[in-house]
């Protein structure tokens, strides 16, 4: 049982730790730090790095909890640039 567990405790931070980086994502563009054009011109590098992210943090090495973490976190990563495009459209309609 002991392995078991220890797999789907690894599997949980993983997937926590996974799903946190789009909210930062989020975050850095609500502070001005990121804009979603920086993040759209570099969304080839973003989803090979998200899926070695997800290689590395995943604790089994089967390819299905790799898709299981690295598509929702792709999924993830373009929604956030739609967050910060309609915050910066918002923005900009304030301004003017």
Do not use: E, K, N
């Not at 997937?15 to 920086?38: A, D, H, N, R, Y």
């Amino acid at each position: 049982v002991a392995p078991y567990i220890r797999l789907v405790t690894l599997m949980v931070v993983a997937f926590g730790v996974g799903f946190t980086i789009p909210v930062m994502l989020v975050f850095l563009q609500l502070l001005g730090v990121l804009t979603p054009q920086v993040l759209l011109g570099a969304w080839r590098y973003a989803i090979v790095g998200t899926f070695l992210v997800a290689a590395a943090i995943t604790p089994s090495g089967d390819p299905i909890s790799l898709l299981a973490l690295s598509v929702p976190m792709v999924v993830l990563y373009f929604v956030a640039i739609l967050i910060g495009r309609l915050v910066q459209r918002r923005r900009q309609r304030a301004d003017a």
